[in-house]
């Protein structure tokens, strides 16, 4: 399969989860728009990833009101591994017609941060930092050269930031600023933009 186009990491912490990507949107060598957000909020989870812009802003719509649904039906809330499954059921699901994206996941369980990493068949796995796009390498290099259990979530910020602004000086489809995305061991999200 060929690389998907823009960057996106995520690195899980002690402290908790911090997804973050950047916001190029580019087909083909053209760059369509510079301020693309590819991280978001959903419910109590986040999520990101590479790819087809469209792709990845169904993928969240759908687990959306897929998460909501669950939680109304069983009257309880869905684990974060729960959701990351019902994630993959989803993507595999279309495996005739995939998602082009693959797709970051993370949240908090009971103080216990958890990163997943997807591609568009579904697969799943568990994993304490990843990078998926076309920028996946340059970005990994940078995070396993430099993490390490013991960051504490701004240091891990820091090293999210660090490694997508490696991605966008060498990969094309990959630059325009930085969407970061936390969510702290006590479960609050936020979000914020950096300009390049």
Do not use: H, W
Request: net charge neutral.
């Amino acid at each position: 399969m060929e690389e998907l186009p823009s960057t996106a990491v995520g690195i899980r912490l002690q402290d908790g989860v911090i997804l973050g990507a950047v916001r190029r949107l580019s087909y083909g060598g053209y760059v369509l728009s510079k301020s693309a957000k590819k991280v978001f909020p959903i419910s109590r989870f986040g999520i990101g990833g590479a790819g087809l812009f469209g792709d990845l802003q169904a993928l969240t719509r759908i687990m959306n009101a897929n998460i909501k649904y669950y939680e109304l039906y069983n009257n309880r809330p869905i684990s974060t591994r729960a959701a990351a499954k019902l994630l993959s059921i989803i993507l595999y699901q279309y495996k005739y017609m995939p998602f082009i994206s693959e797709v970051l996941f993370g949240g908090v369980d009971n103080g216990e941060p958890q990163l997943y990493v997807l591609d568009p068949l579904g697969s799943l796995l568990d994993d304490i930092y990843a990078a998926v796009g076309s920028g996946a390498r340059v970005a990994i290099g940078v995070l396993e050269a430099e993490y390490s259990e013991k960051l504490t979530l701004t240091q891990g910020r820091e090293l999210t930031i660090k490694s997508l602004r490696a991605s966008a000086e060498r990969d094309v489809t990959s630059g325009d600023g930085i969407d970061i995305l936390t969510i702290s061991k006590d479960g609050k999200i936020n979000t914020e933009f950096l300009s390049s």
